[in-house]
Structure formats: structure tokens, C-alpha cells
């Protein structure tokens, strides 16, 4: 009987596995134009470094996820490979929109300005309020992360970079251990059985990712009054969806596959995850286009180089006076100072360049930071274990002169 279900599927998946191509393969190609196109106009407009690197590596995600899921389609034994592929570039992706939004507050030399000022502006908040002054500095550890960030200051920073690296390394981590785990056949893609490794570290990446989510939605309810002008809630919204809900509809059609809603073949459950994602990319890709545009690093506000351009708006309006409405027309003149081209190869040296001694810097902070911990708990057990001994020698020394001095006073 599961025989035949099986030979069902199958069939199923053989006879639509051509024509459903077609749908996935339309929206890749509609997905990688419009993200090549993006990335060519923000390398071409290269004004803003510190910004437009964290873009690029973002919007790039598109490319990524669409490339590596029709080559899963097309070729389903490449299937586990890329899945190791995109979900490293999703932990970067994840860091690189971080990076991003604290490129657009001025660097972390300004971010920790900013939370520092908040920081003092609440705690002082809170002794106008009759708050004990001891007990408002000892209200800034960081049990508050949950629920006052605000009063952490430069530590709330600290967090938020550690909880996005940690996502980093461990979903990379957890990669690789799942193509070693693959290659002796106890992966188990999938499947929620014991005795394989995916269930566990579905587990840990869901703690982590969900972590990093966290983490950036924190540092972007604190900041989100200076970043107004940068629309962050529509960027915010764009990005999280292509991470969030990739990965949970990775992890409902394995639970549907797990309760037989759906076939428990992982060559369906695989083939069914990259045919939405190849849809879904081409959404993201749209929305990349307005959301992370190229057209405020086209024009700079003060520039020795570059062409003056003056744009005029004429508005038609109506005025009221008494009962009688009375035409008027608004005229609005902007002048812009076009930026100078730059090189597509310059820009594409410093985005690798800068950009990967940044992800090293952190990667290293962010080991060290965890790594401090142990070592600290480490040399209080050898401390501790040296306290012992010295007290258990000194304990032995007293014993034997007592001794000594109970046989001298005996003879």
C-alpha cells in the first residue's frame, strides 16, 4: 500500500514537474534583471559607501536565493548544496541590513552617541519620577533588553551586534554540519525523527534566527525616530519577510509532510520550497526597486564636481475665499547636484574589501565576546579548586603538629 502511494507521487511529481518549470524559470529571469539592474545602478552611483555596500550585499540576497532555486529544481541531487549556499547568505544578508541601518545613523561612533543620550534621558526620566538613583543605575543590566532597551545605552549596541554575528557563524556552523551529516546518512532533511541531526538544529537556528529577528526589530524601535528618512519601516518590511518566511515555509511543509498533508518524498517537500521561493524572489526583487532605490545617491547636496540640475513643479490649487473659489497655481523649484559616475570596479573592490574587514572585525568581537564568559567561569573552578587544596594542605600541617605535640607532651 505505501508502495503504490509512493509510485503515486511520483508519478504526480514526474508528469508536473515539466510544466511547472515554466512559472519558476519566468520568475528568476524577472528576479534577476531587476536585481542586476539595481545593484549596476548603485555600483554606477557609488556616493555613499559606508551605505551602498550593505544594499548591495542585501538586494544581492534576491540573485542568490532565485539562482539557487531553480538550479535545485533543474537539478534535484544539487538540492541539499544549495540550500547550504543560501542559508549562509541569508545569516550575511541578515548582518549586512543590521550593518545598514547603522551605517544610515552615522556609524556606531554616532549610534552610541545616540543611546547614551537616550540612556541618560530615561534614567533621568525616572528619578524626576522619584526613582531611587541606585536603583535606576542598577535597573541598566541587561534583563532590560526585554523591557527597557532604552536604558542599556552603548551595551544595548553590544547585544544587538552579537545577537546578529552569532546568527551568522552558527547558521554557516550548522551548514556545514548538515553536508557532513548528509554525506553519512544521518541528516534526515526533513524528517523530525530522533535519531537524525535536522530536527535539532531546526531547533537551534529557529532559537537563533528568532534571536537576530529580535534583536533587529529592538535596535529598530529604539532608532526608528532618525530614520525617518530613509523609510525603514517599508525596508524593514521587505527584508524581513524574504527571511522570515523562507524559512518557516521550509519548516511548515516538513510538518505538513510530517502529519500527511503533504508527501513525505523530500524530493516533493524540496521541489515544493524552491518553487515558492523562485515566485517569491521575484516579488522581493519588485520591491527592492522602490524600497532600496538608487536615486538619492544619484544627486548630492553639495559636490566641487558633477552637473547642476534645477527640476520645477507646478501644482494647481484652489482657494477659498467667502463662497467663491479662486485658482492658484504653487510652483516649487529644487535644485540638485548630479553625482560624477563611479567605477563599477572600484566599487565592487571596496564593497568586498571594507566590507569583508567588517565582518571579520565582528566575527572575531563576537567570538571573543563569548569566549570571555568561559574563560572568566573557567579560572573561578581553578581558583576555586586552588582555594581547596591550600586549605586541605594547611589543614594536613596543623594535623601533624598536633600529633607531633600529643607524642612530645606524652614522652
Known sequence: MASNSISAHEETYREFYQPALII?????LVALILSIYLILQHLRSYTNPTEQKWIVAVV???????TESIISLLFPRLSLACDILRNCYEAFALYSFGSYLVACLGGERMVIELLENNSR???????????DENRSVHQKSYRNFFFQPCILGEHLLVIIKFGLVQYMILKTVCAF?????????????GEFKWYYGYPYMAVVLNFSQMWALYCLVTFYNVTHERLQSINPLAKFISFKVIVFATWWQGVGI??????????KEVKVQAGLQNFLICIEMAIAAIAHVYVFSAEPYQFLPVSEYGRVTTETSKEALKLEKGPEEKPAMLERTETKVESPGTSVTESVQDIV??????????VVLTINQ??????????????????????????????????????????
Not at 519558476?24 to 528568476?28: K, Q
Request: charged share 20%; proline share 4%; hydrophobic share 40%.
Open 254 to 263: 516538513a510538518l505538513l509532510s510530517a502529519f500527511g498533508v503533504l508527501p
Open 121 to 131: 534621558k530615561q534614567l533621568g526620566k525616572q528619578l524626576l519620577e522619584g526613582a
Open 370 to 411: 563569548a569566549i570571555g564568559p568561559v574563560e572568566k567561569g573557567v579560572t573561578k573552578i581553578q581558583e576555586t579548586f586552588h582555594r581547596k587544596s591550600v586549605s586541605s594542605d594547611g589543614q594536613e600541617e596543623e594535623s601533624k603538629l598536633k600529633v607531633e605535640q600529643h607524642v612530645d607532651n606524652n614522652l
Open 177 to 189: 554540519l548538515a553536508f557532513l551529516l548528509e554525506i553519512f546518512g544521518v541528516y534526515g532533511d
Open 353 to 362: 574589501l571594507e566590507g569583508g574587514q567588517h565582518v571579520v572585525k565582528d
Open 24 to 28: 519558476p524559470g519566468c520568475s528568476v
Open 60 to 66: 544581492f540576497m534576491v540573485p542568490v536565493y532565485a
